[in-house]
């Protein structure tokens, strides 16, 4: 059996995956990023940008206090909870938006250097070819939507500040064990 690392990219089931690579010895690099020499077969769980974004949001939004990423003048939204992620995506500059992506997110294209990129629907015939089995459990969503879901009209302005993230993720799509 081929020894495999787990990079666990945030807001992708990552609580779900570790609970079933628990049960088996697999390494679990968390949330760091991949150096490309690491001596196990790596793999991840990728998510589209704009779902993921949403659910970095309402998660972060349930969060008792704010992240340093944060920006200062919306310190407020964390106390404030009818206040909607199309609402807060409308008063984040684009620059701000950036940040929140770019620290303690890390946009998809970041995590080239890991050797599988799958879905979570990928998960199991991944370990299957690898040697690993184990039976379904159910999932467990860390992020409730408190905040809502983004509407039409804000995906459609991420979906120019993701272009990149987006282009990359619909690459991986067509080849899902794609290899770097």
């Known amino acids: 059996m081929n020894k495999l690392g787990f990079y666990h990219i945030p807001k992708t089931a990552g609580t779900y995956v570790r609970t079933i ?10 949330h760091n990023l991949p150096q490309g020499n690491e001596p196990e077969t790596t793999f991840t769980i990728i998510r589209d940008p704009i779902d993921r974004f949403e659910s970095f949001l309402n998660y972060i939004l349930q ?5 340093a990423t944060f920006p200062k003048h919306l310190h407020y939204v ?14 984040l500059t684009d620059d701000e938006i950036n940040i929140l992506t770019n620290i303690g997110y890390n946009k998809l294209t970041e995590w ?31 992020s409730k ?4 879901s983004f509407s039409n009209d804000t995906k459609q302005r991420l979906k120019i500040l993701f272009k990149e993230d987006i282009d990359y993720f619909k690459m991986l799509l067509q080849n899902p064990q794609h290899r770097s």
């Open 21 to 30: 690579l628990d049960q088996f010895d697999i390494t679990y690099y968390y």
């Open 63 to 67: 969060e008792s206090e704010p992240r």
């Open 78 to 91: 964390y106390q404030d909870k009818s206040i909607t992620l199309n609402m807060l995506i409308d008063v």
């Open 112 to 142: 080239n250097k890991v050797d599988h990129k799958i879905t979570i629907d990928g998960l199991k015939q991944l370990l299957n070819n690898y040697g690993y089995h184990y039976k379904d459990i159910d999932k467990v969503n860390v």
């Open 145 to 148: 939507k408190e905040r809502g």
